[in-house]
Nanobody, 124 residues
Framework: VQLQASGGGLVQAGGSLRLSCAGP????????MAWFRQAPGKEREFVAT????????YYGDSVKGRFTISRDNAKNTVYLQMNNLKPEDTALYYC??????????????????WGQGTQVTVSS
């Protein structure tokens, strides 16, 4: 499973960005998808996940109410809409798929497939 993340950039506090992650065509719709992030010197942090149908989502406490994860299985793409960005959101953002199909988890250890990361920088 190869994943390609894009959409990062530099934005002022209070601004918005939308990240995208493209997955493989034939199997994408079978996988839950997630976003994680990692800031320098910190551990990888769970951001959001969405199940394979798009009906169920979970968010990390620090992004609830500001970020929205969604997916378009017809386009083999998962999105992360990030609003009201804060300087503490600055990190390298990764999309990921778990090692099993039709399985959802918040733990990075359950994910075997990772995109290359896209940098989000929020200035104060």
């Amino acid at each position: 499973v190869q994943l390609q993340a894009s959409g990062g950039g530099l934005v002022q506090a209070g601004g918005s960005l939308r990240l995208s992650c493209a997955g493989p065509g034939r199997t994408f719709r079978m996988y839950a998808m997630a976003w994680f992030r990692q800031a320098p010197g910190k551990e990888r942090e769970f951001v959001a996940t969405i199940d394979w149908t798009g009906d169920t989502t979970y968010y990390g406490d620090s992004v609830k109410g500001r970020f929205t994860i969604s997916r378009d299985n017809a386009k083999n793409t998962v999105y992360l809409q990030m609003n009201n960005l804060k300087p503490e959101d600055t990190a390298l953002y990764y999309c990921a798929a778990p090692r099993r199909v039709r399985y959802i988890s918040l733990a990075p250890s359950e994910y075997d497939y990772w995109g290359q990361g896209t940098q989000v920088t929020v200035s104060s």
